[in-house]
Structure formats: C-alpha cells, structure tokens
C-alpha cells in the first residue's frame, strides 16, 4: 500500500474516516474507479475492532482464515490505490472539508514487522495534520457499551472488546479465570477467544433470553453456521451458557475476585434470592455498543432513535446523510455488524461516485440517481468489494438491516438494571460520581441529563461521557419518572473534540492556518 | 514467547513485538498501575480501545498516555502514577 508520509496537508477528492469493514469498503470501492481517496484510521493496522490482528501475525491469520478474513486480505490489497493515513486520529472536522487529525510519530518511522509500521495516533505525541477534501465518508464504528454495577470499577473487570483486543490483538488473556457477562451474540466470540487465549471461562451469563431469535437465524445461514460454531466451541471448552442471568455485582479489594450472579426477570430486575458467588480473576463483559457520534455530530449530521433505543446517524438510501457531501456507513448508521458495514461502505463510496462533479449542494436536493450509482457500480466491477450490482447490494442491505433490527431486538438493555444499583455504586469512572449524587442532582431540580451532568460532574471527565453516557441518561429519565427520550441520549454524545488531545501537539500545527473568512 | 523487555516502576517485563504496553502488564500479571484522585481506588485496563482513558499511564516520563493505544518498544520505562 502507499503509505503517506504524514505531510502537513493532504488534499483528496474522498476523505474516509475510519479504516474497519465500512470505510475499507468505501475506500478500495472509490478508489477502483480512480478517485484519489484519503483513508485516515488512529489505529498501526487496518482493520478495525473487527478485523484486529497483532503485527506480527497476519501471515499466519492470512494462512488461517475464517471470520470473512479471506475479504479482509481483499481490501488490503485494494488499499494500494488508497492513500491510507494510519496512525491518524480525527479530532476535529470542519465544514467544506478540512480533516483535522493528530499523526503518530510511528506514523512515518516505519516500525514494527510484516511491513506493517507502528503508528499510534499520537499516544505518544504527534503533529498536527490537514486533510483536505471534497466529500467525507464517515466509518468511525463503535465501542463497547457497558453498563455500571457495583464494583465495576475494579481492576479485572474490562469491557468485552477489551478482553477480545487482548486476546485477538495481543494474543494475552487477561486473566486465569474468567467470566462473560452482559448481553448480545458478541459474547460468544469473545469466551471463544479468550478460552483459545488460555483463559478458563466459568461461564457466559447473558442476561436478555433471546428465544425468539432462533426463527431470524435460520433465515441467515451463514450467521447460523457462524453461531453454530461458537456453540461447538463453547462445548468443546466446556464452557457454560446461561440466559436471563447477570453479573449484579463484582468484588475484592484491590481486583475482582468474585462475582455475584443473579437471575433476572424479562425486564432485568434481579429476582430475589437467586443470587450465587463465582469465583473468578477477570469479569469481560458488554451491553451492546454505542455508535461513535463525535464527528457526525460536529458537523451537523441529523441523528436518529432506533428502536432497540441507539441514537445513531440519519441516512438516506445512497448512504448520505443530511449534510450535503458527508456519507456514512457502518455501525453509526445503527449496530448491524462486519458484512453490513462492508455493504453500506460500498454502497457510500458508489453514491459518492454518482454525485460525479455535482456540488453538494446540487446533490443535496436532487434524488438519488439509481442509474447513476449502477454505473459507478459497472465502472468499477472486478475491483470493487463484492464485485457486484447495485441491486444485489440494496437487496443484501436490506436483508442485514431486518437481521440486525431482530438482533437488536432480542439482545436490547431492558429498563430494569438500575434495581442492581447501589447508592455509592460509581457510574462515571473518570470523576468517580455515585449513583447517589446523580439522584441528588434531579432531587436539586436537574430534569435532563446535561443539567444532571453540571450539577454532579457525571460525564464531565477525560472520557467526555463516553463510558458512561448511557446510563448518566437512562437514569436521569428514571428519577424524573419518564421514559429515556432521544433528547437524553443526544445531549451526552456532543463533544466539541472528538479525541482528547494535548495543546502542545497543537502548538506544532503546520503554518498555514489562515483562511478564508466563511 | 518475548522480543523484548520494558520495565515497569523499575521490575523488567517481557514483551512480544507488537503488545501494547497495556497488554504486556497485563501479560505480567499487574492488573493496575493508576489510583484515582478522589477515592485513590487502583485502575488498569478496561475499554482496551481507548476510549476510557482508565489505563492511564508514564512513559518514559510523558504522563498520561494510554496503556491501550501506545505499543511497547524495547526499553520503555513505564511507570504507575496518580491520575
């Protein structure tokens, strides 16, 4: 691939943000039809949560395959037409479009083995770059959501994308014994790594009862050969799967050596009594995922309220959303997965095609040309990711999109959890704020959650509300006796910076800052 | 299976080519190496992906990167902090 030297300013007519299955897709899509693409990713390697993969090893992944590795291997190679910017981490967008991003020193020292170089998004300081271009797709993904229970903030509990990064990324488990809790199929894949990682996995205790699921698998074969496969792995490991079950609380004193385990009722309140210790080291546990928001929100992108209750971006059936020139695709579009995200990235990069030389402005108003996307679809077949039609690839996206929305249904946060709460339970991790000072603050007179954060500091620390906005408004509605509004969530997810960032890298921005007056 | 080492509060820890320094401690067996200002509890690793900013830590006396993102290179000197 043509690795850029990270240079003070990049011009392209494509920037795409984000290098896991959507923005891949886009990128090796745009760029097959001869587009100059910019591909910026904060992460030494491509791939995103999905495809992770250590340095060292992707010789030996790409001998072994599975888990859609074999289309992996495929975009990678397509990212030779793709100036592809790693070690780059988006922390601001303006509109027109000017691309702020921090640039690793790895970025450009050609580090690390298998030609893939260490880059770390600026960890370890960085300079300020520009990315200059004339439409964004916007592929950021989405992080573990995980939802506050006392002692979840003791060292040995992380997050379920935690303990797969460790397992997957750094071939370490993070622990001798292990429990997975929380709710969603992801869970799966994660005890299958980390029992493969040498972690004994005392149990998955899912906490949703997705019965009904069953009939949507066997619509989707491939999703039911995927899961049949964990379920032979699991038994094969001996591992226990228990539904209608959580971890309610974690304990030790300076890590977690036990968990309590309880039963849940269908709307997650603990049932009584039901409640048994498990011995364990580590606790990898996740509610689903939220959407990262940041840049969509910093450009005005119109967002909306699933049904499973997700706020994620507003888009149109060419993938645009209600910015003209800015396309989204993947999980902020709504969690759907790899093989959807790969679909709408290609779908966002042939849409971007279409436009042609029209402004975005033009494009805004006029409708979708379907003929306009099949040609860009034929310009570039044989290069493109799937290689296939228009057609084919609305018809797979609407089929992944109903998948995903039983998914969603199924495995969604019930209403109940705050019942395994206790008053000093911590629900923001970096300002240390209990349960209780956030009753306090409604009590105060606070009825949303941005007056709530004001009053109690929830949400305010190096995480922006990360971690913990979920809850900070799940619990702000429940106090105030209403069900959680989109209003709630959107409040939480706006941070003027989307990466928190050192001035002093900022001090070493390029010197050509002047613009035009807008 | 070790590449190379980094030192942590002054103890050597192996580490595989390509491990954060996140993994490699946690790989050592150090499950924390940051307390936390008000309630001076210890924290470690918990999104792993670097949105939580938990694993905070020095490296080669710059504070406050985090231990998930920053990959381990021979001879980091890491140390545990208050943050």
């Not at chain 1, 004994?200 to 899961?227: C, D, S």
């Not at chain 1, 409708?367 to 034929?378: H, I, K, L, P, Q």
């Amino acid at each position: 691939m043509r690795d850029e030297p990270a240079a003070a300013d990049v011009a392209a007519d494509i920037a795409v943000i984000g290098a896991g299955p959507a923005g891949l897709a886009a990128a090796v899509t745009a760029a097959a039809a001869g587009r100059d693409v910019a591909l910026v990713d904060a992460a030494p390697r491509p791939g995103g949560q999905f495809y992770r993969h250590r340095a060292v090893s992707s010789e030996e992944e790409d001998r072994r395959g599975g888990r859609g590795w074999e289309t992996f291997v495929r975009l990678r190679e397509g990212l030779a037409a793709v100036r592809y910017l790693r070690g780059h981490r988006v922390w601001h967008i303006e509109p027109g479009f000017v691309v702020h991003a921090l640039a690793g020193d790895g970025a450009e020292r050609g580090e690390g083995g298998n030609g893939d170089e260490a880059a770390e998004g600026g960890e370890r300081g960085g300079r300020a770059v520009e990315i200059r271009a004339r439409a964004l797709i916007l592929a950021p993904g989405a992080h573990d959501r995980v939802l506050p229970f006392p002692g979840w903030d003791l060292p040995g509990v992380l997050t379920a994308g935690a303990a797969q990064a460790l397992a997957k990324g750094n071939g370490v488990a993070p622990g001798a014994r292990t429990v997975v809790a929380g709710t969603g199929p992801f869970l799966l894949p994660v005890a299958a790594a980390l029992a493969t990682a040498g972690s004994t996995v005392a149990g998955i205790f899912e906490a949703n009862r997705p019965f009904g699921f069953g009939a949507a698998l066997a619509r989707h074969p491939a999703r039911l050969a995927e899961a049949a496969g964990y379920a032979a792995a699991l038994a094969r490991a001996r591992i226990p799967y228990l539904m209608g079950r959580a971890v309610v609380a974690a304990h030790g004193d300076d890590a977690v050596t036990a968990v309590t385990v309880a039963r849940l009722d269908a709307g997650w309140r603990p049932v009584a009594g039901t409640e048994r210790l498990v011995e364990c080291d580590t606790v990898a546990v996740g509610h689903g995922f939220a959407p990262q928001l940041e840049l969509p929100l910093q450009l005005g992108c119109a967002t909306r309220v699933t049904a499973e209750g997700d706020l994620v971006v507003e888009v149109d059936a060419a993938q645009r959303t209600s910015v003209p020139g800015v396309y989204a695709a993947g999980e902020i579009t709504g969690i759907g997965g790899a093989q959807l995200a790969l679909v709408e990235g290609e779908l966002a990069a042939l849409s971007v095609l279409a436009a042609g030389g029209a402004s975005a402005g033009e494009m805004s108003s006029a409708a979708m040309s379907a003929a306009a996307m099949s040609a860009a679809a034929r310009a570039v077949s044989g290069k493109a990711v799937s290689g296939k039609g228009v057609a084919w690839l609305l018809a797979r996206r609407r089929r992944l999109r109903a998948f995903a929305a039983a998914l969603g249904a199924a495995y969604a946060v019930r209403p109940g959890w705050p019942a395994w709460l206790r008053d000093d339970t911590v629900v923001c991790r970096c300002e240390e704020v209990p349960y209780e000072r956030l009753v306090a603050a409604v009590a105060l007179g606070a009825t949303d959650p941005r007056t709530v954060k004001l009053l109690s500091r929830a949400g305010m620390g190096w995480c922006q509300g990360r971690v913990c906005g979920h809850a900070t408004a799940a619990l702000t509605a429940r106090a105030t006796g209403r069900a959680l509004a989109a209003s709630d969530l959107r409040g939480l997810v706006q941070r003027p910076i989307a990466q928190p960032i050192r001035l002093g890298d900022l001090a070493h921005a390029p010197e050509t800052r002047e613009k035009e007056p807008p | 299976m070790s590449d190379f080492e980094i030192t942590f509060d002054g103890r050597p820890i192996p580490v595989a080519a390509g491990q954060t320094v996140g993994a490699a401690l946690i790989a050592a067996g150090i499950r924390s190496w940051r307390r936390t200002r008000v309630a001076d509890r210890p924290r470690g690793l918990f999104c792993g992906i670097g949105v939580c900013f938990d694993c905070l830590v020095t490296v080669n006396d710059r504070p406050g990167l985090r231990a998930c993102l920053v990959e381990a290179r021979p001879g980091d000197v890491i140390r545990s902090g208050r943050a």
